[in-house]
């Protein structure tokens, strides 16, 4: 090996390992000053026997129904023009506490975050994996890995499992605890 080859690529091993780095920071930091929401989770089956043990989560905010969708988006959907909701677009949601509930809702959506921002306390941001009378929606903590052994356990609690979700700035979701009838899991 000539010796810039082998400063190439001490070069490209150094620059893998800082975008893991990155990565890991960029999620670490979320989880410590994200702004928390719970959300309520309903039940899931499928498994994998090569993903290690990890429970399936979908949310009450999965489904959204197009009444919830923002009046401009609306409107162009309506008129069946360009901007109207679709398959693999990212989308706003703004959500709701309603007085005396403990998991937030979804009160509108959007693909324009300015349609939801500074209009409800918190926005979360997700991707449209299906689109029609109710999107189906996917904000990227729809997995969640525990200890070898329990994600059977919590499957068949599903009904009674909520999360706490922690919201970056731009919407950008992490799950920070996991609860199974109000009570947090705790893994050793």
């Not at 109207?84 to 693909?111: C, M, P, Q, T």
Request: aromatic share 10%; hydrophobic share 45%; proline share 5%.
């Amino acid at each position: 090996m000539k010796p810039w080859t082998k400063t190439i690529f001490v070069i490209v091993v150094i620059l893998q390992m800082a975008v893991l780095a990155l990565m890991a920071g960029k999620r670490m930091h979320l989880l410590e000053n994200g702004t928390p929401v719970t959300l309520k989770c309903v039940p899931v089956d499928p498994r994998s026997l090569f993903s290690g043990d990890y429970v399936v989560l979908n949310y009450d905010i999965s489904r959204l129904p197009m009444k919830l969708l923002v009046q401009d988006d609306a409107v162009q959907l309506l008129e069946g023009r360009k901007g109207s909701i679709a398959k693999n677009d990212r989308v706003y949601i703004g959500l709701e506490l309603k007085a005396g509930a403990r998991f937030w809702h979804a009160a509108a959506f959007s693909k324009n975050p300015a349609d939801v921002k500074g209009k409800f306390e918190r926005v979360i941001r997700g991707t449209v994996e299906q689109a029609g009378p109710n999107c189906l929606v996917r904000y990227g903590i729809e997995s969640y890995f525990v200890p070898q052994f329990q994600g059977l356990a919590i499957e068949k609690e599903m009904k009674d499992v909520s999360v706490e979700a922690v919201l970056s700035p731009d919407g950008e979701a992490a799950i920070r605890k996991l609860f199974i009838r109000d009570k947090e899991v705790e893994f050793y």
